[in-house]
């Protein structure tokens, strides 16, 4: 049983990492079968990002090639992705208007973005803004944790829902046919 987990955490975790939280969790729910299986699963790895997003905040002098990397590929696959379907301004208008929204929240802005799973939310963004709002790191540990929390329950719950809708659908056409 350790190893089935292990082998289907090694195709989760890096769906994670590129893909980010919308693929993972139905990715997790469906590799899994269990709704909060997946989700513990994911807030674990969004609790080993936290300490690094953090050090690439507050250490720019000794992460700044790295930083700069990792920005540079994350700019170059949104480019490409975005240049298709010429949204660019909107996104980064969706981006900033979330911000600010959280921002006005202050601390609960910190809880309420990685709870988002959608442009602009996610764990990335919501160290950003408490390193831009300077909340104490145990505290943004908490907050930030818990709102990956809600947003994964929330994903899993209703990817679980369309899941269970679409099974049922084909039970009943089954039926029919038979």
């Avoid at 079968?33 to 807030?43: C, D, E, L, P």
């Avoid at 790895?45 to 050090?55: A, Q």
């Avoid at 959280?102 to 601390?107: D, I, R, Y």
């Avoid at 809880?111 to 939310?121: A, D, H, W």
């Amino acid at each position: 049983m350790f190893i089935e987990y292990f082998m289907k955490l090694l195709i989760l975790a890096p769906t994670h990492m590129i893909a980010g939280r919308l693929f993972s969790v139905p990715l997790g729910v469906a590799l899994f079968g269990k709704w909060y299986i997946a989700v513990i699963f994911i807030v674990g790895m969004d609790l080993l990002l936290i300490p690094l997003y953090f050090y690439i905040y507050e250490s720019p002098g000794k992460m700044k090639f790295i930083t700069a990397r990792i920005r540079l590929i994350r700019a170059r696959l949104k480019l490409r992705r975005l240049k298709r379907k010429n949204i660019i301004r909107e996104e980064r208008n969706i981006h900033a208007q979330l911000l600010k929204k959280a921002q006005s929240f202050g601390e609960w802005g910190v809880l309420f973005i990685p709870s988002v799973p959608f442009l602009g939310g996610g764990i990335w963004s919501s160290v950003l803004l408490a390193h831009l709002l300077k909340v104490e790191r145990k505290r943004s540990y908490l907050l930030v944790a818990g709102g990956s929390f809600i947003g994964c329950t929330l994903l899993a719950l209703g990817f679980g829902s369309v899941r269970a809708l679409f099974l049922l659908l084909v039970n009943f056409l089954r039926s029919l046919m038979a």
